[in-house]
């Protein structure tokens, strides 16, 4: 079954699954849009325990400058398209180490705010090395290509809390 997540709009509630956003994203950071997806469950369950949250009320800030997690987001709250979504370096933790330092996301819902880091064992280094290089040859594009569709099976496969660690 393929994992899903719920908002409100215009009182009504959108189901959003993870191929509904990987549709919007395109096939090019399945990673990316597969974490969005983990994120938003793990917040939301903290913020809005009763309820899915209005859609438009969802505000992102995070550290991670990367197109998959951001359309990720976009797709099930808008967020970048009404200016909620904030890419913010300074919100990085370099005690984190290379691998982990960028994965901060603080979400906020109807003024309460969760911080969420993507726990170890999910990126690696492989990962960060490819996906930092402007150019890679066509074989280095077919292996991140192949790393990025395991980090999303990864990701997709595990329970959000086991996914991101949640400061509320």
């Known amino acids: ?5 719920l908002v409100q709009e215009l009182g009504q509630l959108l189901e959003f699954s993870y191929t509904d956003m990987l549709c919007y994203a395109g096939p090019y950071s399945p990673a ?3 974490l969005a997806l ?5 917040a939301f369950a903290a913020l809005t325990p009763n309820h899915p949250p209005q859609r438009r009320s969802v505000v992102i800030r995070t550290a991670l400058v990367e197109s998959g997690a ?7 709250t808008r967020a970048v398209t009404d200016g909620r979504y904030t890419v913010d370096p300074a919100l990085a933790r ?13 979400v906020v ?3 309460r705010t969760a911080t969420l880091l993507l726990r170890p064992g999910f990126v690696t280094a492989e990962f960060i090395d ?4 402007a150019e890679r040859s066509q074989a280095e594009e077919s292996d991140f290509d192949q790393i990025k569709a395991h ?7 595990a329970p959000a809390e086991d996914v991101c660690e949640l400061f509320a």
Do not use: H, Y
């Open 1 to 5: 079954m393929d994992a899903t997540i």
């Open 130 to 133: 490819l996906a930092g290089r």
């Open 38 to 42: 983990k994120v938003m469950q793990r």
């Open 109 to 111: 819902v109807s003024g």
């Open 151 to 157: 980090l999303a099976q990864r990701l997709l496969a």
């Open 32 to 34: 990316g849009v597969a």
């Open 70 to 76: 951001r359309d990720g987001f976009e797709s099930v």
């Open 94 to 106: 370099p005690d984190r180490g290379r691998l982990l330092q960028s994965f901060v996301f603080q």
